[in-house]
T-cell receptor, first 114, second 117 residues
Framework: ETGVTQTPRHLVMGMTNKKSLKCEQHLGHNAMYWYKQSAKKPLELMFVYNFKEQTENNSVPSRFSPECPNSSHLFLHLHTLQPEDSALYLC?????????????FGQGTRLTVV | AQTVTQSQPEMSVQEAETVTLSCTYDTSESDYYLFWYKQPPSRQMILVIRQEAYKQQNATENRFSVNFQKAAKSFSLKISDSQLGDAAMYFCAYKVDRGSTLGRLYFGRGTQLTVWP
């Protein structure tokens, strides 16, 4: 499944750096998501964009800043991260309001903060 | 609060045999969706099977089937004729389309499945 593409696949950044994760979906979906996957923890929803409007922010620290310029693209801007932010960041999309309810995921960005 | 519990951190199965992965969930909703996702070493989360709560019939997808017990809030995955390519982390997930939780998936901690040749 290549409907959701994430770049980069791997990212190493220092705590003072600024970087961005990119996600693009080619499925015509109307909702996009950022999830964080840490070792030994369930996947955590970070942000939801539905019809380009942010509808949920699960108390994510302000050092993570999402941007959704259109329904096909989603960014996660990172700045002054902490080592505990090292994780796999997964982007997903879904078509809300339709019969299909599943989310489609990208391959993730493995982030290491040093 | 919605929670999803997978009580088996690891499972193993012999190739061609059958294995069942367990999942329970907690919800006060009557209409929701349940999913099993597979995450191989490539890290991509792949949908294996889904079940709508309003449907009594258990979903099946080729070698994969579920045992959905709504009253017990149980949603187990059965993999028949296991193949080496089935080795992966399997996640059970729940979703309700209502209000502020629109589109949100709640995941269990996962079950790591090993398939022995």
């Amino acid at each position: 499944e290549t409907g959701v593409t994430q770049t980069p696949r791997h990212l190493v950044m220092g705590m003072t750096n600024k970087k961005s994760l990119k996600c693009e979906q080619h499925l015509g979906h109307n909702a996009m998501y950022w999830y964080k996957q840490s070792a030994k923890k369930p996947l955590e929803l970070m942000f939801v964009y539905n019809f380009k409007e942010q509808t949920e922010n699960n108390s994510v620290p302000s050092r993570f800043s999402p941007e959704c310029p259109n329904s096909s693209h989603l960014f996660l801007h990172l700045h002054t991260l902490q080592p505990e932010d090292s994780a796999l960041y997964l982007c997903a999309s879904s078509q809300e309001g339709g019969r299909a309810r599943e989310a489609f995921f990208g391959q993730g960005t493995r982030l290491t903060v040093v | 609060a919605q929670t999803v519990t997978q009580s088996q951190p690891e499972m193993s199965v012999q190739e061609a045999e059958t294995v069942t992965l367990s999942c329970t969930y907690d919800t006060s909703e009557s209409d929701y969706y349940l999913f099993w996702y597979k995450q191989p070493p490539s890290r991509q989360m792949i949908l294996v099977i889904r079940q709508e709560a309003y449907k009594q019939q258990n979903a099946t997808e080729n070698r994969f089937s579920v045992n959905f017990q709504k009253a017990a809030k149980s949603f187990s995955l059965k993999i028949s004729d296991s193949q080496l390519g089935d080795a992966a982390m399997y996640f059970c997930a729940y979703k309700v389309d209502r209000g502020s939780t629109l589109g949100r998936l709640y995941f269990g901690r996962g079950t790591q499945l090993t398939v022995w040749p």
